[in-house]
Structure formats: C-alpha cells, structure tokens
C-alpha cells in the first residue's frame, strides 16, 4: 500500500500532498537487516524499470557487453537484448545527441557516460537540446531522458576525471539533478529519475557502488520510487546544520558523531536532489540550529554551497547566530600525488573543524601560506 | 530544358507528333480549360530532372520523375506562399516588428516542398534555424509563423520560442535548432526511435554546409549506419555558411561523399521535381538499408539571417543570376505554362491570394497579445512538483512551477 502511495507521490498527480511526516517516519523504520551495495540498487532500479516500461532503454560506453564499466548494468544485456541495451561508440556528442532525439518521439533513455567528465562533451545536447526543449516549444516537445554516470573524484584517477558537475548542471532551468548516497537513495532516485517526464541529470559516485546499506523490503519493493526535490534529514540534531549530498553525506555523519562526542548535535541533511534543491527543508533546519555548514566536493567558486548559504540569508537570516561555514573541494585542479589528493577533497576532519568554528568552538585559522 | 512527355490513354507516339497537337489546342482556350480540368487529377505526367543525379555508392534514381497537373499546380502555390511569407518577414524583421534572430529560406522552397511530396506526416523532419519554410511544409499556419516572430500568443510556441525553434509534433517536426549541427545527431535519435517503435517512417535530418564540417555529424553517421537506422541526411548546400564560402570550409566540398560507407546522391535543389525523386528514393532506401546522405545544390537569396546584407561575401550578379537561372517557383510556372496546366493570369492570380493571405495572417497576428507574465514559468518542466522559480529579483516575483 506504501509502495502505491509513493508511486503516486513521486508521479506528481498530487502537488503539494503533504505525506511527508508519515512517509518520513517510515522510511526512518529499518526492521530488515538486508543489505544492499548502491552498485546493486542501481543495477535492481534500471532492470525493474526496464521491465515495467518498454520504452525505457538503456545507452552508453561498455553498458552491454562488458556488464558496463562499474558493472551497473551486470545482466542486464542478456536479459533485455541489444535492442534495448547498446553498446556506443566513444563518441559522447553523438550518442547523447541521439538520445535526446529518441526522447523527442516518445521513449525513455538512460544515457551512460563512463563519468561525467566526459558528458563536457555532450553538454550541449543536455543543457540546449534537452533542458530548454519543453520551454522552447510551450510544451510540445517533452525530453523524458536520464543521464546518469559517476560524478566527482575517485582514487587517484588526476585533473580531467575528478570533476564535480552538481553546481554546473544545478544550475540550469529545465534540468532535474539528483545526486543519491545510499542504496535507498540509489533504488528510489533511479526510479523516480526514469519515471520522471523530464531530463534528469543523476549523479552518481564510484566509490560509493562497492559500499552497503541496509535496505528495507519496502526499498526492494519495484514501485519504490523517492520523491523528486525533497532532501532527507539523516540524522537528527540540534546544535548545527550540516547540508552534503553523495560520498560527502557518509563524511558528514562520520563527522556528526565525532562531534556528538565533544557535545555538540549536528544535524545532517542529504540532500538528494540538486535541482530542485529542499530549500524549505534546509531553512527550517537552520531555523531550528542557527548554525549552518555545507559540504560538497566540488569546486567551491559558484557552488552548490553557494546557493544553500545565500538561500539561508535570503529566507531566515534572523535565524543565523554565526557564518555560514563552507567546505568544499580545493579550488585547483585534481592532483595525482596521494597527499595531495587528500588535501584537494574535504576530509572528516575539515566538516568537524567548520561545524566547531560554527559553533564558536574553535579559534579561527589564521591565514597560511 | 525540360524534355516532357503527356502520356494518357491514347499513347504518342513520339514528341514530335505531340507537340503540334498540343501546340494547336493551345489556340482555343475553352478546349484548354476543358482539357486541363480533365487533366488535373489522374493525368500522370513524366518530366525529366533539369540535371542528372550524381551518386555516391549508390544506383541513382532516374530523372524521370512522375507527377501530375495537379501536384505541380500544389508545387507552385506552395512555393510562392513561401517565398510571399519570406519576404513579408523581411519587412517585418525592418519594422522591427521581429527581433533577435531571423533566417529566411527564400531560393530553397523546392527543398522543403520537394521533400513533403515525397513523404507523410507520420515520417519526421528535423532542421537547424531556417525553419519557417519547413514549418509551413509540414502543416503550419501563417498566423502560427507571423505570430511566432512577433512573439505572440497564437504562435506556434506561444512566443516562447521565437525564428528559430518552431515545432509540429504531430505532423512530425521536431524544430527548429538553434546550435549548427546539433540537429543531425537529434535526428539520428528520431530514426532510431521509429525503428525501435518498428514505425516504418523514416527520418530526414536537413543542415547547411556549415553544418556539414561538424563532428557530431559524423558521430552519428556513425551510429546510424551500425545500427541500420532510418536516418536520410539532408545537406541544403546553398553554398555559404553564413559569410565563408563552402570552398574556405571544407577540403572537399562534395559532402554526398562525405559519408565514405554511407551512400550519397546530389541534387538539384532548385528543381522540386528532382527533390521529390531524391527523398522518395532516399525514404525506401532507408526504410531497407539505413542511412543515407542528400545533398541538395541549393541557394538562399537573402543574407544568412536580417543581420547579413549577403553581399560582401558574394555578387549581387551571382544572385541575380541563380534569381534568373535557376529559381524554384519559376521553373514550376515555365512547366505549368508550357504543359497548358494553367495561364500567366491564372498563376498571378494565385499569387494574389497568397499575398492577401499573407497580409491577413500579419494583421490577425499583429492582433494576438504577447503572452502573460505568468507565462514566463510556464512549460520549464512537464511536472515542476510546485517547486519556486524565480525572477530578477526574487523578493518580487517567485512562482511555483506546475
């Protein structure tokens, strides 16, 4: 019964349905101790959708044949055949370009890129033939796609394959962005992202496939579909604010308890969708906590804590009672060297120094060298 | 010029025998009238391309091409409300009545209506930016493109969209691109989509040979062929990509080769007759074998958009001379002259309705409002789940997205 709420909610034929608080409260409830890697979240969302809908197809580099590249779509070629499972050449433009059009006549793609670095090479496919679409044409042409793929930085991987794409792609009208962290997230974006009638950009991360998550059967059910533009409260608190979305949601909750233990209560929001982003969620919350640090990965010129921070100011900056902290990846390219690497991407560490300094707990850094 | 033949129950023997006969009939003008009424409808006439087709790995079609009094008659109206719609925007474009961007397609109306007569509307036409002709092609109204222009209500995208993105999903248009080559791989997209939906229609993905040098159309030619798609690419080449000639472009301007694997055939794209042969054939060799490339030898009177007075980059005896050569709507009215299908009068008439229709569709679009405000967060998603939009300044105007 749940299963068919949902899918009704996350349909959107019926706005401004407030079920969250039951919803909420349920999804909090974790009586199965099943686990589930995000890996197979995902692999379990595209085949049940691809079951579901006949006109949902799946494109990308290596997604066929050699079971995809992070092996998200393991099986999925021999169950569905090539026809609905395409292997493409590298050749970003063009494939994307060829989606979108599919799009236009009436199916339901799920473009791959191998990381969305490469989906540079698309990006004119996705913001101009594929976002402003519907508003161009008052409604007539609709891009039903998904563009999904891991974003961010992996191990070691250098400059032209760490990038985070949240803050670019958020920042564009007519696009969805959705950035899942647990398998939860994974199973319900992913589904909703593909039931979605409009281009969905659904950022994924590489080192988040192999990790597991407890799932309930409610999760494994195939309508469970999370709702689109409604972020989740991980962890509840009281002291400050901390907003994250993907790898950085696990670094947040590992930094929320090593400040529990110094007495201060973090709340920790996972964002989930990146357009549109749950401002309401995030002001009520610092409405609640006063203090506000956000976390991402990305570059933080013009970022998605950017948006969050003067969103804050904008709706409940009488509810501010300090800065507004950022943490963000390091405003230079993605070195190689390890070290170097730990410096450039946020650390625990770093989400627990902004939160104390939030909290006035900390004597600020002096500038260094 | 055009050889001919009248072929009718009562077979000819040869040109010669006919040509008196037909020559002496023209004397009387009530036996002409009857003769044309009765040869309008099931009356098929066989006229020969002005030029051969030139191929690419393929068996070209023959010059031959069947038509009939009626569907030439079809050809001229058409061509001539395109032409008359063009050069009324001009006028509009300088009354600043139309603004931003605005390429017309006046000297090409032989490719968009070529090419209608050849297919249906369940088949599907992708182009870039010079789209206001294709549009009219594929079942739109004048007051949609005049309104469209100015930016109004009864436009075809409610004045959301402007010149360049024009759509008719239901008749098969899919725009109205406004990033050269972008279209190609889109199309390609629609191809495999109607193969996928085992449609048995066909794709036609036109661009400009500015287009032409793009990567992505290679991607997708790529694509296309590997997968036995659809698709037949359409290269109006009308010989200019906006101010650079096609010869300071490309290394090898003959871009029906240009798909190496993929077959290609040039085209007048003057001689509407010799456009409807090519997509015909183009249509049944796709439906079979996939992709396929068309280029059509074409020429644009005006500038590459109102911004472009399109004569510093060639002579205005260049385009006087393809005016006097080789221009679409007049080869058809020396055909229909000639083949007694209809007087001088009979067409000027024609032509008269059509700048009376064209005036009215100005004055009823003039008439639409421009759209509401509210208008400007309408139709950013399918389904916005209430979520806020904002304006310039986002403490005056917010709005929750349907």
Request: proline share 5%; hydrophobic share 40%; charged share 25%.
């Amino acid at each position: 019964m749940w299963g068919v709420l949902r899918q009704k909610v996350c349909a959107g034929g019926l706005p401004g349905m407030y079920i969250r608080p039951a919803v909420a409260a349920f999804r909090n409830y974790s009586s199965s101790a099943k686990q589930m890697m995000v890996r197979e979240a995902l692999n379990s969302a595209l085949d049940e959708e691809m079951s579901a809908d006949h006109r949902v197809f799946l494109m990308g580099e290596e997604v066929g044949e050699y079971q995809g590249a992070y092996k998200i779509s393991k099986g999925l070629l021999e169950k569905y055949g090539p026809e609905r499972v395409l292997d493409t050449p590298i050749t970003e433009a063009g494939f994307t370009g060829i989606g979108v059009g599919a799009a236009y006549y009436g199916l339901r793609p799920v473009v791959e890129f191998m990381t969305f670095n490469f989906s540079m090479q698309a990006i004119d496919h996705i913001i101009n033939s594929a976002a402003k679409s519907n508003y161009m044409s008052a409604g007539q042409i609709s891009v039903p796609i998904v563009f999904r793929g891991p974003n961010g930085a992996a191990a070691g991987v250098g400059a032209q394959h760490s990038q985070c794409y949240a803050a670019w792609y958020g920042s564009c009208p007519g696009l969805k962005v959705l950035s899942p962290y647990s398998s939860e997230d994974a199973r319900g974006l992913l589904k909703a992202a593909i039931r979605d009638p409009d281009p969905v950009v659904f950022l994924e991360n590489e080192l988040l496939y192999g990790e597991s998550f407890p799932v309930s059967d409610e999760v494994l059910d195939s309508s469970f579909c999370l709702p689109i533009g409604k972020a989740k409260i991980e962890r509840e608190g009281k002291d400050v604010t901390i907003t994250a979305y993907s790898k950085m949601v696990g670094f947040a909750l590992k930094a929320a308890e090593m400040l529990s233990k110094e007495g201060i209560s973090a709340e920790v929001i996972n964002l989930r969708s990146i357009r549109p982003l749950d401002r309401s969620t995030i002001n009520a919350s610092v409405r609640k906590t006063n203090r506000l640090v956000t976390v991402e990965e990305g570059f933080p010129q013009h970022g998605v804590g950017a948006e969050i921070c003067t969103s804050v100011i904008e709706e409940s900056f009488g509810y501010l009672d300090a800065p507004v902290e950022r943490i963000a990846g390091a405003d230079v390219p993605m070195p190689y060297a390890a070290n170097l690497e730990r410096m450039a991407v946020p650390q625990v560490e770093d989400i627990v120094r902004a939160a104390k300094r939030a909290c006035y707990r900390s004597v600020p850094m002096a500038a260094t060298a | 010029m055009a050889v001919s033949r009248l072929a009718s129950s009562s077979s000819s023997s040869g040109s010669s025998l006919v040509k008196p006969i037909s020559a002496a009939l023209s004397f009387t003008s009530s036996l002409r009238r009857s003769l044309s009424s009765s040869a309008d409808d099931s009356t098929t006439l066989t006229i020969e391309t002005s030029l051969p087709f030139t191929s690419h790995n393929c068996d070209p079609p023959s010059r031959a091409v069947e038509t009939s009094p009626k569907e030439l008659m079809s050809f001229f109206r058409e061509m001539a409300l395109m032409r008359r719609m063009e050069i009324a925007a001009d006028s509009l474009y300088k009354a600043k009545l139309i603004r931003g961007f605005c390429h017309l397609y006046d000297g090409q109306e032989a490719v968009a209506v070529g090419m209608e007569a050849a297919i249906t509307k369940k088949d599907c036409i992708i182009t870039a930016y010079r789209d206001h002709c294709t549009f009219l092609g594929r079942g739109g109204t004048l007051l949609e493109v005049f309104a469209e222009l100015m930016g109004r209500q009864a436009g075809c995208s409610k004045g959301k969209g402007g010149s360049m993105h024009f759509y008719k999903k239901e008749n098969g248009f899919y725009g109205g691109h406004g990033i050269v080559g972008a279209q190609i791989p889109l199309g390609c997209g629609l191809a495999f989509a109607q193969k996928y939906s085992k449609d048995e229609t066909v794709t036609f993905a036109s661009y400009g040979d500015g287009a032409a040098n793009q990567g992505q159309l290679f991607e997708a030619l790529n694509m296309a062929a590997l997968w036995d798609l659809p698709a037949i690419l359409v290269c109006e080449n009308n010989h200019y990509g906006m101010g650079t000639a096609e010869w300071r472009a490309a290394k090898s301007p003959a871009y029906y080769k240009r798909g190496d694997y993929v077959p290609g055939l040039k085209v007048d794209g003057m001689d509407v007759l010799a456009v409807k042969q090519a997509c015909k054939f183009a249509k049944e060799y796709a439906l079979k074998n996939g992709p396929l490339i068309l280029e059509m030898d074409t020429y644009r009177y005006h500038g590459h958009s109102m911004s472009d007075p399109g004569s510093t980059y060639r002579t205005r005896d260049e385009i006087s001379g393809v005016r006097q050569e080789r221009d679409p709507v007049e080869r058809v009215r020396k055909l229909l002259t000639s083949h007694d299908i209809a007087s001088e009068k009979e067409l000027k008439d024609i032509e008269k309705e059509i700048r009376k229709a064209v005036d009215e569709a100005i004055a009823q679009a003039k008439e639409s409002p421009m759209p509401e405000p509210s208008e400007l967060f309408t139709n950013v998603y399918v389904k916005g789940y209430g979520v806020e939009s904002f304006g310039a300044d986002r403490k005056e105007v917010r709005a929750r997205l349907p």
